[in-house]
Protein backbone atom coordinates (compact mmCIF):
# COMPACT_ATOMS: atom_id res chain seq x y z
CA UNK A 1 0.00 0.00 0.00
CA UNK A 2 3.01 2.51 -0.11
CA UNK A 3 4.12 4.65 2.78
CA UNK A 4 2.36 5.51 5.79
CA UNK A 5 -0.40 8.21 5.89
CA UNK A 6 0.47 11.09 7.83
CA UNK A 7 -1.57 13.96 6.07
CA UNK A 8 -4.76 15.41 8.30
CA UNK A 9 -7.87 14.16 6.91
CA UNK A 10 -11.59 14.35 7.86
CA UNK A 11 -13.70 11.29 6.65
CA UNK A 12 -17.41 12.72 6.27
CA UNK A 13 -19.49 9.86 6.52
CA UNK A 14 -23.39 11.35 5.24
CA UNK A 15 -25.55 8.03 6.16
CA UNK A 16 -22.82 7.87 9.17
CA UNK A 17 -25.39 5.95 10.93
CA UNK A 18 -26.72 3.77 8.45
CA UNK A 19 -25.59 -0.05 7.26
CA UNK A 20 -22.65 0.17 4.77
CA UNK A 21 -20.83 3.08 7.67
CA UNK A 22 -21.40 0.24 10.51
CA UNK A 23 -20.84 -3.03 8.28
CA UNK A 24 -18.11 -2.09 5.56
CA UNK A 25 -16.65 1.93 5.78
CA UNK A 26 -15.81 1.75 10.44
CA UNK A 27 -14.31 -1.63 10.47
CA UNK A 28 -12.07 -0.73 7.18
CA UNK A 29 -11.36 2.57 8.91
CA UNK A 30 -10.59 0.73 12.68
CA UNK A 31 -8.37 -1.87 10.58
CA UNK A 32 -6.47 1.00 9.18
CA UNK A 33 -5.55 2.50 12.42
CA UNK A 34 -4.64 -0.39 13.69
CA UNK A 35 -2.30 -1.46 11.20
CA UNK A 36 -0.68 2.42 11.62
CA UNK A 37 -2.04 4.31 8.27
CA UNK A 38 -3.87 6.24 9.70
CA UNK A 39 -1.86 9.33 11.45
CA UNK A 40 -2.40 11.66 14.67
CA UNK A 41 -4.93 14.17 12.70
CA UNK A 42 -7.95 12.16 11.48
CA UNK A 43 -11.29 12.56 12.05
CA UNK A 44 -14.68 10.52 11.96
CA UNK A 45 -17.58 12.90 11.32
CA UNK A 46 -20.64 11.12 11.25
CA UNK A 47 -23.81 12.73 10.00
CA UNK A 48 -27.30 11.83 9.77
CA UNK A 49 -30.56 12.46 10.90
CA UNK A 50 -30.61 10.54 13.84
CA UNK A 51 -30.27 12.10 17.52
CA UNK A 52 -26.78 10.84 18.97
CA UNK A 53 -24.41 12.47 20.98
CA UNK A 54 -20.58 11.64 20.30
CA UNK A 55 -20.77 8.64 22.54
CA UNK A 56 -23.91 7.48 21.62
CA UNK A 57 -22.66 7.01 18.14
CA UNK A 58 -18.99 5.53 19.09
CA UNK A 59 -21.08 2.60 21.11
CA UNK A 60 -23.46 2.33 17.86
CA UNK A 61 -19.99 2.00 15.24
CA UNK A 62 -18.46 -0.17 18.36
CA UNK A 63 -21.15 -2.81 17.49
CA UNK A 64 -20.37 -2.69 14.19
CA UNK A 65 -16.67 -3.12 14.35
CA UNK A 66 -17.08 -6.26 16.59
CA UNK A 67 -19.52 -7.83 14.80
CA UNK A 68 -18.66 -7.14 11.22
CA UNK A 69 -14.79 -6.36 11.43
CA UNK A 70 -12.66 -9.58 10.22
CA UNK A 71 -10.11 -8.68 13.04
CA UNK A 72 -12.90 -9.64 15.49
CA UNK A 73 -13.57 -7.84 18.54
CA UNK A 74 -12.18 -4.55 19.19
CA UNK A 75 -10.25 -4.25 22.75
CA UNK A 76 -11.12 -1.68 25.18
CA UNK A 77 -7.25 0.28 24.95
CA UNK A 78 -7.28 0.49 21.35
CA UNK A 79 -10.82 1.21 20.79
CA UNK A 80 -10.54 4.37 23.17
CA UNK A 81 -7.82 5.68 20.98
CA UNK A 82 -9.99 5.29 17.94
CA UNK A 83 -13.05 6.42 19.43
CA UNK A 84 -11.54 9.31 20.30
CA UNK A 85 -11.19 10.87 16.62
CA UNK A 86 -14.98 9.91 16.18
CA UNK A 87 -17.66 12.47 16.22
CA UNK A 88 -21.48 12.74 15.23
CA UNK A 89 -23.87 15.73 13.46
CA UNK A 90 -26.90 15.53 13.29
CA UNK A 91 -28.55 17.20 10.02
CA UNK A 92 -31.59 17.63 8.01
CA UNK A 93 -29.67 17.03 4.37
CA UNK A 94 -32.75 18.32 2.50
CA UNK A 95 -32.17 21.95 4.07
CA UNK A 96 -28.59 23.39 2.47
CA UNK A 97 -28.08 25.17 5.60
CA UNK A 98 -26.83 22.08 6.98
CA UNK A 99 -23.93 22.50 4.92
CA UNK A 100 -23.36 25.47 6.30
CA UNK A 101 -22.57 24.17 10.00
CA UNK A 102 -20.68 21.13 8.43
CA UNK A 103 -18.49 23.85 6.70
CA UNK A 104 -17.71 25.44 10.19
CA UNK A 105 -17.11 21.97 11.67
CA UNK A 106 -14.58 21.40 9.22
CA UNK A 107 -13.03 24.87 8.97
CA UNK A 108 -12.28 23.79 13.23
CA UNK A 109 -10.29 21.07 12.53
CA UNK A 110 -8.31 23.03 10.07
CA UNK A 111 -7.84 25.42 12.70
CA UNK A 112 -7.27 22.69 15.66
CA UNK A 113 -4.58 21.31 13.25
CA UNK A 114 -2.99 24.12 11.95
CA UNK A 115 -3.22 22.51 8.37
CA UNK A 116 -5.85 22.44 5.88
CA UNK A 117 -7.39 18.68 6.04
CA UNK A 118 -8.44 16.24 2.98
CA UNK A 119 -12.59 16.30 2.86
CA UNK A 120 -13.56 12.86 2.02
CA UNK A 121 -17.78 13.63 1.05
CA UNK A 122 -18.99 9.67 1.20
CA UNK A 123 -22.02 9.51 0.37
CA UNK A 124 -23.23 5.98 1.87
CA UNK A 125 -27.09 7.23 0.87
CA UNK A 126 -29.43 5.84 -1.79
CA UNK A 127 -28.82 7.31 -5.25
CA UNK A 128 -31.50 9.70 -5.71
CA UNK A 129 -29.39 11.88 -2.81
CA UNK A 130 -26.47 11.97 -4.57
CA UNK A 131 -28.35 15.50 -6.40
CA UNK A 132 -29.51 17.16 -3.22
CA UNK A 133 -25.46 16.29 -1.91
CA UNK A 134 -23.70 17.47 -4.63
CA UNK A 135 -26.16 21.11 -4.81
CA UNK A 136 -25.48 21.43 -1.08
CA UNK A 137 -21.67 20.72 -0.82
CA UNK A 138 -21.25 23.24 -3.80
CA UNK A 139 -23.90 25.42 -2.27
CA UNK A 140 -21.37 25.47 1.15
CA UNK A 141 -17.85 25.93 -1.36
CA UNK A 142 -16.90 22.67 0.45
CA UNK A 143 -16.61 21.37 -3.68
CA UNK A 144 -13.61 24.22 -5.00
CA UNK A 145 -10.41 22.71 -3.44
CA UNK A 146 -9.66 20.47 -5.99
CA UNK A 147 -6.13 19.44 -3.92
CA UNK A 148 -8.70 18.45 -0.87
CA UNK A 149 -12.02 18.25 -1.67
CA UNK A 150 -13.04 14.23 -2.64
CA UNK A 151 -16.83 13.11 -3.00
CA UNK A 152 -17.29 9.10 -2.86
CA UNK A 153 -20.23 7.35 -4.35
CA UNK A 154 -21.55 4.18 -4.25
CA UNK A 155 -22.69 1.79 -7.37
CA UNK A 156 -24.88 1.97 -8.91
CA UNK A 157 -23.73 5.01 -11.20
CA UNK A 158 -27.07 5.21 -12.49
CA UNK A 159 -29.51 2.76 -14.00
CA UNK A 160 -29.16 2.57 -17.79
CA UNK A 161 -26.79 4.66 -20.19
CA UNK A 162 -29.31 7.48 -20.23
CA UNK A 163 -28.94 8.29 -16.45
CA UNK A 164 -25.32 7.05 -16.27
CA UNK A 165 -24.45 10.49 -18.32
CA UNK A 166 -26.84 12.21 -16.39
CA UNK A 167 -25.55 11.25 -13.45
CA UNK A 168 -22.14 12.25 -14.92
CA UNK A 169 -23.05 15.52 -15.95
CA UNK A 170 -24.44 16.10 -12.68
CA UNK A 171 -21.47 15.61 -10.72
CA UNK A 172 -19.02 17.39 -13.35
CA UNK A 173 -21.23 20.30 -12.77
CA UNK A 174 -20.00 20.58 -8.88
CA UNK A 175 -17.09 18.95 -8.92
CA UNK A 176 -13.95 18.16 -11.44
CA UNK A 177 -13.35 14.45 -12.26
CA UNK A 178 -10.23 13.84 -10.51
CA UNK A 179 -12.18 14.48 -6.87
CA UNK A 180 -14.86 11.68 -7.48
CA UNK A 181 -14.14 8.51 -6.58
CA UNK A 182 -16.82 5.68 -8.22
CA UNK A 183 -16.20 2.76 -5.91
CA UNK A 184 -16.41 -0.76 -6.76
CA UNK A 185 -15.61 -2.54 -3.85
CA UNK A 186 -14.46 -5.72 -6.08
CA UNK A 187 -11.94 -3.81 -7.64
CA UNK A 188 -10.24 -3.30 -3.92
CA UNK A 189 -10.27 -7.24 -3.73
CA UNK A 190 -6.19 -8.24 -3.74
CA UNK A 191 -6.31 -10.98 -5.90
CA UNK A 192 -8.20 -8.78 -8.94
CA UNK A 193 -5.20 -6.38 -8.19
CA UNK A 194 -3.07 -9.15 -8.25
CA UNK A 195 -3.74 -9.79 -11.92
CA UNK A 196 -2.06 -6.15 -13.15
CA UNK A 197 0.92 -7.40 -10.91
CA UNK A 198 0.81 -11.13 -12.24
CA UNK A 199 0.34 -9.92 -16.09
CA UNK A 200 2.84 -7.29 -15.88
CA UNK A 201 5.65 -8.18 -13.48
CA UNK A 202 6.36 -10.83 -14.70
CA UNK A 203 7.89 -12.13 -18.10
CA UNK A 204 6.47 -15.74 -18.40
CA UNK A 205 2.72 -15.16 -19.59
CA UNK A 206 2.62 -12.14 -20.67
CA UNK A 207 4.24 -13.37 -24.33
CA UNK A 208 1.28 -16.25 -24.75
CA UNK A 209 -1.31 -13.71 -23.06
CA UNK A 210 -2.90 -13.38 -26.63
CA UNK A 211 -5.31 -15.30 -29.33
CA UNK A 212 -2.31 -17.06 -30.91
CA UNK A 213 -2.27 -19.51 -27.64
CA UNK A 214 -5.38 -18.85 -25.45
CA UNK A 215 -8.83 -20.42 -26.62
CA UNK A 216 -11.07 -18.78 -24.13
CA UNK A 217 -11.83 -17.13 -21.19
CA UNK A 218 -14.19 -17.86 -18.22
CA UNK A 219 -14.89 -15.55 -15.28
CA UNK A 220 -17.71 -17.01 -12.47
CA UNK A 221 -18.97 -14.70 -9.67
CA UNK A 222 -21.35 -16.96 -7.70
CA UNK A 223 -23.27 -16.38 -4.66
CA UNK A 224 -24.90 -19.01 -2.30
CA UNK A 225 -27.16 -16.82 -0.74
CA UNK A 226 -30.56 -15.42 -2.06
CA UNK A 227 -31.76 -11.67 -2.09
CA UNK A 228 -32.02 -11.24 1.21
CA UNK A 229 -33.24 -7.80 2.71
CA UNK A 230 -31.53 -6.18 -0.35
CA UNK A 231 -35.06 -6.87 -2.22
CA UNK A 232 -36.31 -3.38 -2.72
CA UNK A 233 -33.29 -2.92 -4.32
CA UNK A 234 -32.72 -5.48 -6.71
CA UNK A 235 -36.15 -5.98 -7.68
CA UNK A 236 -35.39 -2.75 -9.81
CA UNK A 237 -32.03 -3.88 -10.73
CA UNK A 238 -31.41 -7.52 -11.28
CA UNK A 239 -28.10 -9.19 -11.62
CA UNK A 240 -26.91 -7.76 -14.74
CA UNK A 241 -27.19 -4.26 -13.51
CA UNK A 242 -25.88 -5.18 -10.15
CA UNK A 243 -23.08 -7.73 -11.12
CA UNK A 244 -22.10 -7.83 -14.86
CA UNK A 245 -22.21 -4.03 -15.33
CA UNK A 246 -19.40 -3.51 -12.99
CA UNK A 247 -17.30 -6.51 -10.77
CA UNK A 248 -17.49 -8.93 -13.75
CA UNK A 249 -16.84 -5.79 -16.86
CA UNK A 250 -14.17 -4.58 -14.47
CA UNK A 251 -12.27 -7.70 -14.48
CA UNK A 252 -12.39 -8.41 -17.78
CA UNK A 253 -10.86 -5.43 -18.40
CA UNK A 254 -8.10 -6.54 -16.08
CA UNK A 255 -7.67 -9.96 -18.02
CA UNK A 256 -7.62 -8.24 -21.65
CA UNK A 257 -6.22 -4.77 -21.09
CA UNK A 258 -2.88 -3.89 -22.71
CA UNK A 259 0.48 -3.03 -20.81
CA UNK A 260 0.35 0.81 -19.24
CA UNK A 261 3.38 2.75 -19.58
CA UNK A 262 3.40 3.67 -15.97
CA UNK A 263 0.81 2.69 -12.97
CA UNK A 264 -0.64 6.16 -13.07
CA UNK A 265 -4.35 6.36 -12.51
CA UNK A 266 -5.06 7.57 -15.58
CA UNK A 267 -2.74 5.77 -17.78
CA UNK A 268 -4.37 2.43 -16.06
CA UNK A 269 -8.16 3.67 -16.36
CA UNK A 270 -7.23 4.45 -20.11
CA UNK A 271 -5.77 1.02 -21.04
CA UNK A 272 -9.49 -0.60 -19.20
CA UNK A 273 -11.78 2.40 -21.18
CA UNK A 274 -9.93 0.65 -24.79
CA UNK A 275 -11.17 -2.44 -23.78
CA UNK A 276 -14.40 -1.55 -22.89
CA UNK A 277 -14.59 0.38 -26.73
CA UNK A 278 -13.33 -2.82 -28.11
CA UNK A 279 -15.96 -5.02 -26.79
CA UNK A 280 -18.26 -6.28 -29.89
CA UNK A 281 -21.43 -4.76 -29.94
CA UNK A 282 -24.34 -7.03 -29.45
CA UNK A 283 -27.01 -6.56 -32.06
CA UNK A 284 -30.69 -6.99 -30.72
CA UNK A 285 -31.13 -10.23 -32.91
CA UNK A 286 -27.97 -11.75 -31.05
CA UNK A 287 -29.16 -11.18 -27.85
CA UNK A 288 -30.82 -14.65 -27.36
CA UNK A 289 -27.61 -16.24 -28.81
CA UNK A 290 -25.08 -14.44 -26.58
CA UNK A 291 -26.73 -13.78 -23.45
CA UNK A 292 -28.79 -15.76 -21.28
CA UNK A 293 -31.28 -14.96 -17.76
CA UNK A 294 -32.27 -17.17 -15.42
CA UNK A 295 -34.49 -17.10 -11.50
CA UNK A 296 -34.16 -19.49 -8.87
CA UNK A 297 -36.40 -21.49 -7.38
CA UNK A 298 -37.27 -23.50 -4.47
CA UNK A 299 -34.05 -25.93 -3.58
CA UNK A 300 -31.23 -26.77 -1.08
CA UNK A 301 -27.81 -25.18 -0.20
CA UNK A 302 -25.36 -27.06 1.71
CA UNK A 303 -28.65 -29.25 2.54
CA UNK A 304 -30.53 -27.24 3.79
CA UNK A 305 -33.69 -25.98 1.99
CA UNK A 306 -34.37 -22.03 0.45
CA UNK A 307 -36.89 -21.01 -0.79
CA UNK A 308 -37.47 -19.83 -4.41
CA UNK A 309 -37.16 -15.97 -5.76
CA UNK A 310 -40.58 -15.26 -5.87
CA UNK A 311 -41.04 -16.41 -2.24
CA UNK A 312 -38.38 -14.08 -0.38
CA UNK A 313 -40.00 -11.09 1.28
CA UNK A 314 -40.16 -8.02 -1.03
CA UNK A 315 -40.60 -9.91 -4.20
CA UNK A 316 -43.61 -9.58 -5.90
CA UNK A 317 -45.13 -12.73 -7.03
CA UNK A 318 -44.59 -12.75 -10.64
CA UNK A 319 -41.46 -10.88 -10.91
CA UNK A 320 -39.48 -11.22 -14.21
CA UNK A 321 -36.11 -9.49 -12.50
CA UNK A 322 -33.03 -11.78 -13.30
CA UNK A 323 -31.43 -13.47 -10.62
CA UNK A 324 -28.77 -15.61 -12.91
CA UNK A 325 -27.15 -14.01 -16.25
CA UNK A 326 -24.48 -15.64 -18.66
CA UNK A 327 -22.86 -13.64 -21.26
CA UNK A 328 -20.52 -14.14 -24.31
CA UNK A 329 -18.55 -11.12 -25.33
CA UNK A 330 -16.06 -10.89 -27.87
CA UNK A 331 -13.01 -7.75 -27.50
CA UNK A 332 -12.76 -6.71 -31.01
CA UNK A 333 -8.92 -6.00 -31.22
CA UNK A 334 -5.36 -7.39 -32.25
CA UNK A 335 -4.83 -9.12 -29.09
CA UNK A 336 -8.19 -10.68 -28.39
CA UNK A 337 -9.93 -10.93 -31.81
CA UNK A 338 -12.57 -14.10 -31.96
CA UNK A 339 -11.69 -14.97 -28.52
CA UNK A 340 -14.86 -15.28 -26.64
CA UNK A 341 -15.27 -14.39 -22.92
CA UNK A 342 -17.87 -16.15 -20.84
CA UNK A 343 -19.19 -14.55 -17.72
CA UNK A 344 -21.27 -15.31 -15.45
CA UNK A 345 -22.68 -14.42 -11.92
CA UNK A 346 -25.76 -15.48 -9.99
CA UNK A 347 -27.53 -15.82 -6.85
CA UNK A 348 -28.58 -19.62 -4.89
CA UNK A 349 -25.58 -21.08 -6.67
CA UNK A 350 -23.67 -23.82 -4.84
CA UNK A 351 -20.83 -21.87 -3.15
CA UNK A 352 -20.24 -18.46 -3.03
CA UNK A 353 -17.13 -18.41 -5.09
CA UNK A 354 -15.54 -16.11 -7.78
CA UNK A 355 -12.56 -17.17 -10.45
CA UNK A 356 -11.51 -16.62 -13.45
CA UNK A 357 -10.47 -19.52 -15.36
CA UNK A 358 -8.16 -18.87 -18.68
CA UNK A 359 -8.18 -21.91 -20.99
CA UNK A 360 -4.84 -22.12 -23.47
CA UNK A 361 -5.43 -23.91 -26.83
CA UNK A 362 -4.81 -27.50 -26.90
CA UNK A 363 -1.39 -28.35 -28.35
CA UNK A 364 -1.08 -27.77 -32.21
CA UNK A 365 0.24 -31.89 -32.74
CA UNK A 366 -0.32 -34.59 -30.56
CA UNK A 367 2.33 -36.94 -30.61
CA UNK A 368 1.51 -39.44 -27.68
CA UNK A 369 -0.39 -42.38 -28.35
CA UNK A 370 -3.84 -42.10 -27.49
CA UNK A 371 -3.65 -44.17 -24.54
CA UNK A 372 -1.53 -42.30 -23.33
CA UNK A 373 -3.78 -39.21 -22.52
CA UNK A 374 -5.39 -40.79 -19.08
CA UNK A 375 -7.60 -37.73 -18.63
CA UNK A 376 -4.96 -35.15 -21.06
CA UNK A 377 -6.71 -31.45 -21.01
CA UNK A 378 -5.27 -28.38 -22.31
CA UNK A 379 -3.43 -26.15 -20.13
CA UNK A 380 -5.26 -23.67 -17.80
CA UNK A 381 -4.54 -21.18 -15.71
CA UNK A 382 -7.04 -20.11 -12.61
CA UNK A 383 -7.44 -17.16 -10.92
CA UNK A 384 -9.15 -17.17 -7.40
CA UNK A 385 -10.50 -14.47 -5.76
CA UNK A 386 -12.99 -15.88 -3.20
CA UNK A 387 -13.10 -18.12 -1.19
CA UNK A 388 -9.20 -18.51 -1.59
CA UNK A 389 -7.25 -16.42 -3.09
CA UNK A 390 -4.79 -17.21 -5.73
CA UNK A 391 -3.27 -18.20 -8.44
CA UNK A 392 -3.07 -22.07 -10.24
CA UNK A 393 -1.75 -23.87 -13.19
CA UNK A 394 -2.54 -26.73 -14.65
CA UNK A 395 -0.19 -28.47 -16.97
CA UNK A 396 0.43 -32.03 -18.04
CA UNK A 397 2.83 -34.55 -16.77
CA UNK A 398 3.79 -38.24 -17.02
CA UNK A 399 2.27 -40.17 -14.56
CA UNK A 400 4.63 -42.53 -12.85
CA UNK A 401 5.52 -45.90 -13.98
CA UNK A 402 6.81 -47.95 -16.93
CA UNK A 403 4.67 -46.57 -19.23
CA UNK A 404 4.46 -43.47 -20.91
CA UNK A 405 0.70 -41.70 -20.00
CA UNK A 406 0.30 -38.01 -19.31
CA UNK A 407 -1.93 -36.78 -16.26
CA UNK A 408 -2.76 -33.25 -14.97
CA UNK A 409 -1.62 -31.57 -11.84
CA UNK A 410 -1.79 -28.38 -10.41
CA UNK A 411 0.46 -26.09 -9.34
CA UNK A 412 -0.46 -23.71 -6.80
CA UNK A 413 0.09 -20.53 -5.36
CA UNK A 414 -2.29 -19.05 -2.23
CA UNK A 415 -1.67 -16.05 -0.31
CA UNK A 416 -1.87 -17.20 3.01
CA UNK A 417 0.22 -19.67 2.46
CA UNK A 418 3.18 -17.75 0.75
CA UNK A 419 3.07 -14.59 2.82
CA UNK A 420 1.41 -15.99 6.17
CA UNK A 421 -0.42 -12.44 6.85
CA UNK A 422 -4.08 -11.17 6.73
CA UNK A 423 -5.26 -9.87 3.38
CA UNK A 424 -6.38 -6.27 3.78
CA UNK A 425 -10.13 -6.14 3.24
CA UNK A 426 -11.36 -4.61 0.08
CA UNK A 427 -12.60 -1.57 1.47
CA UNK A 428 -9.61 -0.88 3.78
CA UNK A 429 -7.34 -0.70 0.44
CA UNK A 430 -10.15 1.53 -1.34
CA UNK A 431 -10.33 4.54 2.00
CA UNK A 432 -6.82 4.47 1.92
CA UNK A 433 -6.46 5.01 -2.04
CA UNK A 434 -8.64 7.92 -1.32
CA UNK A 435 -7.21 9.61 1.39
CA UNK A 436 -4.25 9.02 -0.72
CA UNK A 437 -5.89 10.85 -3.73
CA UNK A 438 -4.82 7.65 -5.95
CA UNK A 439 -8.31 6.79 -8.23
CA UNK A 440 -6.35 4.02 -9.91
CA UNK A 441 -9.13 1.73 -9.02
CA UNK A 442 -11.97 3.68 -9.08
CA UNK A 443 -14.32 4.50 -12.36
CA UNK A 444 -13.98 7.51 -14.53
CA UNK A 445 -16.90 8.59 -15.91
CA UNK A 446 -16.32 7.21 -19.09
CA UNK A 447 -15.88 3.79 -18.00
CA UNK A 448 -18.95 4.13 -16.58
CA UNK A 449 -20.53 4.94 -19.51
CA UNK A 450 -19.20 2.55 -21.95
CA UNK A 451 -19.65 0.00 -19.69
CA UNK A 452 -23.30 0.70 -19.89
CA UNK A 453 -23.65 0.57 -23.40
CA UNK A 454 -21.93 -3.01 -23.55
CA UNK A 455 -24.99 -4.32 -22.13
CA UNK A 456 -27.46 -1.78 -23.19
CA UNK A 457 -28.84 -4.42 -25.90
CA UNK A 458 -29.10 -6.81 -23.50
CA UNK A 459 -31.25 -4.90 -21.10
CA UNK A 460 -33.04 -3.36 -23.67
CA UNK A 461 -34.44 -6.50 -24.82
CA UNK A 462 -35.01 -8.68 -21.95
CA UNK A 463 -36.90 -5.37 -20.63
CA UNK A 464 -39.19 -5.67 -23.85
CA UNK A 465 -39.37 -9.37 -24.04
CA UNK A 466 -40.65 -10.83 -20.63
CA UNK A 467 -39.40 -14.20 -19.79
CA UNK A 468 -41.92 -17.44 -19.93
CA UNK A 469 -40.15 -19.56 -17.78
CA UNK A 470 -39.23 -18.04 -14.53
CA UNK A 471 -38.08 -19.82 -12.39
CA UNK A 472 -35.29 -21.65 -14.66
CA UNK A 473 -32.79 -23.05 -12.01
CA UNK A 474 -33.32 -24.63 -9.08
CA UNK A 475 -31.47 -23.05 -6.12
CA UNK A 476 -28.23 -24.96 -5.24
CA UNK A 477 -28.16 -25.75 -8.78
CA UNK A 478 -24.86 -23.89 -11.57
CA UNK A 479 -28.39 -21.92 -13.65
CA UNK A 480 -30.37 -22.52 -15.91
CA UNK A 481 -29.98 -25.58 -18.92
CA UNK A 482 -29.66 -22.42 -21.96
CA UNK A 483 -26.34 -21.06 -19.99
CA UNK A 484 -24.61 -24.64 -20.48
CA UNK A 485 -26.21 -24.18 -23.80
CA UNK A 486 -24.44 -20.98 -24.74
CA UNK A 487 -21.20 -22.48 -23.93
CA UNK A 488 -21.83 -25.77 -25.68
CA UNK A 489 -22.84 -24.23 -29.11
CA UNK A 490 -19.44 -23.56 -29.39
CA UNK A 491 -17.73 -26.50 -28.40
CA UNK A 492 -16.98 -25.53 -25.12
CA UNK A 493 -18.36 -26.33 -21.20
CA UNK A 494 -18.33 -24.16 -18.15
CA UNK A 495 -15.36 -25.78 -15.71
CA UNK A 496 -16.29 -26.26 -11.97
CA UNK A 497 -14.41 -23.73 -9.98
CA UNK A 498 -10.90 -25.00 -8.79
CA UNK A 499 -11.79 -24.63 -5.21
CA UNK A 500 -14.89 -27.42 -5.56
CA UNK A 501 -12.53 -29.03 -7.46
CA UNK A 502 -9.97 -28.91 -4.52
CA UNK A 503 -12.46 -30.09 -1.93
CA UNK A 504 -13.76 -33.07 -3.73
CA UNK A 505 -10.00 -33.96 -5.13
CA UNK A 506 -7.60 -33.88 -2.55
CA UNK A 507 -5.01 -35.93 -5.11
CA UNK A 508 -5.10 -33.20 -7.77
CA UNK A 509 -5.38 -30.52 -5.40
CA UNK A 510 -4.90 -29.22 -1.78
CA UNK A 511 -6.92 -26.80 -0.49
CA UNK A 512 -4.82 -23.87 0.94
CA UNK A 513 -4.09 -24.74 4.66
CA UNK A 514 -4.13 -21.92 7.65
CA UNK A 515 -0.83 -20.02 8.58
CA UNK A 516 0.78 -21.42 11.06
Not at 266 to 273: F, I, L, P, S
Not at 275 to 286: C, E, G, S
Not at 380 to 390: K, S
Not at 489 to 509: H, I, K, N, V
Amino acid sequence: MGAKSGDPTVFVIFGGSGDLAQRKLVPALYSLFLDGWLGERFEVLGVGRHTLTDDSYRQLLREGVDKYSPRGKADEKTWAGFAAHISFSKADLSDPSAFGTISKELSAYDKNWGAKAARIYYLALPPDMIKPMAEGLAGAKLNLDRERARIVIEKPFGRDLESARELNRLLTEYFHESQIYRIDHYLGKETVQNILAFRFGNTLFEPIWNRRYIDHVQITVAESDGVGHRAGYFEHAGILRDMIQNHLLQVLCLIAMEPPISFESDEVRQKKVDVLRAVRAIHPDQVPHSAVRGQYGAGFIEGQHVPGYHSEPGVVHDSATETFAAVRLYVDNWRWQDVPFYLRTGKRLPSRISEVSIHFRPVPHQAFAASSLLDSRPNRLLIAIQPEEGILLRFEVKHPGGLMALAPVMMQFYYREAFKVRSPEAYETLLLDIMRGDSTLFMRADQTEVAWAVIAPILEMWQTVKPTDFPNYQAGSWGPEAADILVAQDGRSWTMPTYLQCREDLATCRVAREPA
